[in-house]
Protein backbone atom coordinates (compact mmCIF):
# COMPACT_ATOMS: atom_id res chain seq x y z
CA UNK A 1 0.00 0.00 0.00
CA UNK A 2 1.26 3.32 -0.68
CA UNK A 3 2.30 5.84 1.93
CA UNK A 4 -0.36 9.08 1.99
CA UNK A 5 1.65 12.25 0.90
CA UNK A 6 1.25 15.10 3.48
CA UNK A 7 1.70 18.98 1.75
CA UNK A 8 3.45 20.83 4.89
CA UNK A 9 5.76 17.35 5.61
CA UNK A 10 6.52 15.73 2.02
CA UNK A 11 9.02 13.31 3.56
CA UNK A 12 8.41 12.23 6.87
CA UNK A 13 10.22 8.80 6.42
CA UNK A 14 13.47 10.96 5.79
CA UNK A 15 12.80 12.70 8.99
CA UNK A 16 12.37 9.46 10.84
CA UNK A 17 8.31 10.15 12.12
CA UNK A 18 7.02 7.65 10.22
CA UNK A 19 9.00 4.25 10.07
CA UNK A 20 8.39 1.25 8.46
CA UNK A 21 7.48 -1.23 11.56
CA UNK A 22 4.48 -3.10 12.01
CA UNK A 23 1.94 -1.74 13.97
CA UNK A 24 -2.08 -2.35 14.49
CA UNK A 25 -3.21 1.39 14.58
CA UNK A 26 -5.44 2.27 17.28
CA UNK A 27 -7.50 4.61 15.33
CA UNK A 28 -8.74 2.35 12.57
CA UNK A 29 -7.75 -0.86 14.04
CA UNK A 30 -5.86 -2.08 11.10
CA UNK A 31 -2.62 -3.82 11.05
CA UNK A 32 -0.47 -1.39 9.01
CA UNK A 33 3.58 -1.73 7.93
CA UNK A 34 4.20 1.69 8.96
CA UNK A 35 3.63 3.69 11.82
CA UNK A 36 4.15 7.07 13.10
CA UNK A 37 7.07 7.86 15.83
CA UNK A 38 6.27 11.91 15.87
CA UNK A 39 5.07 14.19 18.36
CA UNK A 40 0.76 13.96 18.85
CA UNK A 41 -0.75 16.49 21.23
CA UNK A 42 -3.51 14.77 23.14
CA UNK A 43 -4.80 13.84 26.82
CA UNK A 44 -4.05 10.45 26.00
CA UNK A 45 -0.73 8.74 25.50
CA UNK A 46 -1.49 7.34 22.29
CA UNK A 47 0.96 5.46 19.93
CA UNK A 48 1.25 3.50 17.09
CA UNK A 49 -1.06 5.93 15.06
CA UNK A 50 -0.60 4.79 11.34
CA UNK A 51 0.36 7.78 8.22
CA UNK A 52 -3.11 6.87 6.87
CA UNK A 53 -5.35 8.07 9.89
CA UNK A 54 -3.02 11.11 10.25
CA UNK A 55 -3.96 12.09 6.63
CA UNK A 56 -7.75 11.84 6.86
CA UNK A 57 -8.06 13.48 10.56
CA UNK A 58 -9.27 10.77 12.06
CA UNK A 59 -6.60 10.29 14.54
CA UNK A 60 -6.66 13.59 15.86
CA UNK A 61 -10.60 13.62 15.89
CA UNK A 62 -10.54 10.07 18.16
CA UNK A 63 -7.96 11.49 20.59
CA UNK A 64 -9.14 14.84 19.92
CA UNK A 65 -5.46 16.02 19.38
CA UNK A 66 -3.16 17.66 17.02
CA UNK A 67 0.49 16.96 15.30
CA UNK A 68 1.52 20.44 15.33
CA UNK A 69 1.44 23.16 18.55
CA UNK A 70 -1.25 25.65 17.13
CA UNK A 71 0.50 28.33 19.07
CA UNK A 72 3.46 27.87 16.88
CA UNK A 73 1.19 29.27 14.04
CA UNK A 74 0.57 32.33 12.31
CA UNK A 75 -2.68 33.86 11.76
CA UNK A 76 -3.95 33.30 8.29
CA UNK A 77 -7.25 34.29 6.31
CA UNK A 78 -8.09 30.51 5.44
CA UNK A 79 -8.54 28.21 8.03
CA UNK A 80 -8.39 25.55 5.71
CA UNK A 81 -4.87 25.92 5.89
CA UNK A 82 -3.99 25.80 9.92
CA UNK A 83 -6.95 22.50 9.78
CA UNK A 84 -4.58 20.96 7.22
CA UNK A 85 -1.08 21.53 9.15
CA UNK A 86 -2.34 20.44 13.00
CA UNK A 87 -4.74 17.47 12.25
CA UNK A 88 -3.74 16.28 9.16
CA UNK A 89 0.32 17.01 9.14
CA UNK A 90 2.67 14.83 10.71
CA UNK A 91 4.88 16.81 12.81
CA UNK A 92 8.57 16.12 13.62
CA UNK A 93 11.02 16.60 16.09
CA UNK A 94 13.41 19.41 16.64
CA UNK A 95 16.06 21.15 18.79
CA UNK A 96 14.01 24.15 18.14
CA UNK A 97 10.17 24.35 18.63
CA UNK A 98 8.83 25.00 15.46
CA UNK A 99 7.06 27.75 13.60
CA UNK A 100 4.70 27.92 10.86
Avoid at 28 to 45: A, I, N
Avoid at 77 to 91: A, H, K
Wanted: glycine share 8%.
Amino acid sequence: MTLPTFKYNPDPVSLNVIKKEPTTCPVCEKDREYVYHGPFYSVEGVKGICPWCIRDGSAAKKYDGTFQDDASCDDVEQEEYIDELIFRTPGYRGWQQEYW
